[in-house]
């Protein structure tokens, strides 16, 4: 007898939706309790999830993105993040990752690819920190 699994993609979507908001609900969930670690891991696992990343993906990319987003939520000085907001921050980081990755092929200069994620980190990039400002009493100029 012969077990037969078949591809269900509609099953494997609602897993993958399921997946994401528990997720996403713990990561509100911690940071709430100002579990910031937690809150962070969850928060970033729900976008890498929502955003289509799955199991065998690029593990440069993913590094990348758990750097940069974590940086993201770090520097708006407080551990929250809407749906659309981290869905917003995750297509800004797939396109600025898909740029340096290009940068990085078309460059003359060798960069050992065993640096890559240590380089990642070091990267400032611009976030859409909106309206967000760290310090209302703090005087300029």
């Known amino acids: 007898m012969e077990l037969r699994l078949e591809h269900d993609e509609e099953t494997e ?14 990561g509100c969930l911690f940071a709430s309790a100002h579990e910031m670690g937690m809150g962070l891991t969850y928060l970033i696992d729900a976008f890498l999830i929502r955003g289509g990343t799955e199991e065998g993906a690029d ?5 990348f993105f758990r750097r940069q987003f974590a940086i993201y939520l770090m520097g708006k ?15 800004l980081l797939r396109d600025e990752y898909e740029r340096i990755k290009v940068e990085l092929e078309e460059s ?5 690819t065993e640096h890559l994620a240590r380089w990642f980190g070091t ?6 920190w909106i309206g967000e400002e760290k310090d209302p ?3 300029f100029g």
């Open 137 to 139: 009493h703090r005087a």
């Open 77 to 91: 000085g407080r551990l929250n993040c809407s749906i659309c907001e981290g869905d917003m921050i995750h297509d």
């Open 123 to 128: 990267l400032e990039l611009d976030f859409p």
């Open 108 to 112: 003359e200069l060798p960069f050992a």
């Open 59 to 63: 593990l440069e990319w993913i590094d």
């Open 13 to 26: 979507w609602g897993a993958s939706s399921q997946l994401w908001q528990h997720f996403y609900q713990l």
